[in-house]
Every structure is written in C-alpha cells, then in structure tokens.
C-alpha cells in the first residue's frame, strides 16, 4: 500500500523535504514501512490502512512498555504518532535482521534476546480472570474462517478446547511476535522491532513461535534464551494450550494471506500439539 493523503501530508509536516531511502513493506499485509532520511539523520515511519489493527498496540507498546529498551538503544524512540491517521515515526535503529544470518543460529543472539524479553516482562504483572476464555473464543472464531485444517481436526480442536479448565492468567507486556525476524543484530548487539502484535499475556506466550522453529532445528539455543531470561516460565498444562491456540491461528492466518510455507508449518504446530495434548 502506499501512504493515505493524510499520511503524506503529516509526514511532510513532521519531516519536510524528507527522501524516502528504502521501503521495508513486507507487502503481506496493509502496512507500508518507509525508511527515510531528513537533515542528514534516518528515521522510520510505519502506516497503517482503514483495515489494520495492529498500529494501535504499536503505539500503545512505544507509549507504555518500551522504555528498558528505548534507553540502552534496544528499541527506537518514538518521535511522533498520529492515532486517527495510523502513522507513527521513530528514530531508525541501525543494525540487519537477525532472520536469515548466521546470528540466527547463535547461542548468544539467544541470551541476550531473552535478557531483553525479561526486562519487557519485569514491568507489570496484572491477574486477568477473562484471559483463559478470550483466547479459546479467539480460536473458535478462527477455526470458522476458511481454511484448510481438516474436518476431523477441527472436531477434534473443538473437543479439546471444552474441556480446558479456564484459570484465571497472569498478563504482563509481551511482544507477541518474539523471533529472529523481529531482532537486529548491530556489531553484536541485538535490538528489537515491530510491535504491532505487542498485548498483555503471559509471558510464556513469547516463546510459543520459537518454540515451533529455530528451537526446533537447534535445541541448544532454547536454554541459552532461558539462561538470559532467568527462569523458565511455561507451566506445562498453560504452556499446552498455548501451542494449540498458535498452531490454529497460524495455520488459518497464513492460509488467509496466501503463505503456503507458514500454512504448513502452522499444520504440522497442529499436528504436534493435537498429538502432546492427548498423550499428556
């Protein structure tokens, strides 16, 4: 997508003369992602369509939980934002992505993401009586989409989630999109971006799409990400629900926007918790 009129002009407020140096769009969905340069420094700004709903936890998130990252450079600053218009502009965090480096598969690009993660966590820790409840309509509401889970799965989902007990949750600010493709690496140093998925859960729910792929390739990376965190803080039953509810929305996600590759990955998340689920 490109910017609204609104947008541009905001924009050409906030940054007059600016030249747009590279656009990071992944083009999947209606976010456009400009990389631009003003008066010799670069900055980020990130626009969201009339459909989108995740700029809104975006700006909550820089608002509200980014400062132990913001003030030792691990996140960008916020600079402006524009709620009715869904555009936002950071100072540019230098650095590539993690995804698809040899960085990936570092045992020390682990500890310090799980360093960083205990710092977001540590902020606030609120009980949520609703949490359980909301997450399994979520999935529900999922699995009547198109898709192509198969019949018998989705019965056999349907059944699993009915018994589930529904506890109430301890939420704190979590990312909820924590992998490679969200972290930069800069001389060593990790950094984080987007944060359109960022929300109160429980903290474990920041390991579920690790845990369904880099963890899964190297398991030596999955203690090394607990050794910076400090603990471990899936507890097994909750840490079960939460891999079926991730296999489901990716599964059905992924089928919606056309990424085969993620669609099957989503499948064989769902094979493999449907298949922990009834052995545990």
Request: overall charge negative.
């Amino acid at each position: 997508m490109g910017l609204s009129e609104r947008q541009q002009q905001l924009l050409d407020e906030w940054l007059p003369s600016a030249t747009i140096v590279r656009d990071h769009s992944w083009g999947i969905i209606g976010t456009c992602v400009l990389e631009l340069e003003h008066a010799g420094a670069h900055y980020i700004a990130k626009a969201a369509d009339a459909e989108d709903h995740h700029l809104a936890r975006e700006l909550r998130a820089h608002r509200n939980w980014l400062r132990p990252w913001t003030t030792i450079g691990r996140a960008a600053e916020l600079i402006h934002a524009d709620d009715d218009a869904k555009l936002l502009l950071t100072r540019y965090l230098p650095g590539e992505l993690v995804e698809g480096t040899p960085y990936e598969w570092m045992p020390e690009t682990y500890h310090q993401a799980g360093e960083l993660l205990a710092a977001l966590h540590e902020q606030s820790a609120v009980p949520d009586d609703t949490y359980e409840d909301r997450e399994n309509e979520r999935i529900r509401r999922y699995l009547r989409m198109p898709h192509r889970i198969a019949p018998d799965v989705v019965e056999q989902v349907r059944t699993t989630i009915a018994h589930w007990p529904t506890p109430p949750a301890l939420v704190v600010p979590t990312h909820g999109d924590w992998q490679p493709r969200n972290w930069l690496i800069d001389h060593g140093v990790v950094r984080v971006i987007d944060f359109g998925r960022a929300d109160l859960r429980p903290a474990y729910t920041d390991l579920a799409r690790l845990a369904a792929q880099q963890f899964q390739r190297d398991p030596a990376l999955e203690p090394a990400l607990l050794a910076g965190y400090g603990s471990d803080p899936r507890e097994p039953e909750a840490w079960q629900r939460t891999r079926l509810r991730e296999a489901v929305s990716t599964a059905v996600w992924a089928y919606q926007v056309g990424e085969e590759p993620f669609e099957q990955q989503g499948h064989r998340m769902l094979a493999a918790a449907l298949a922990d689920n009834s052995t545990g």
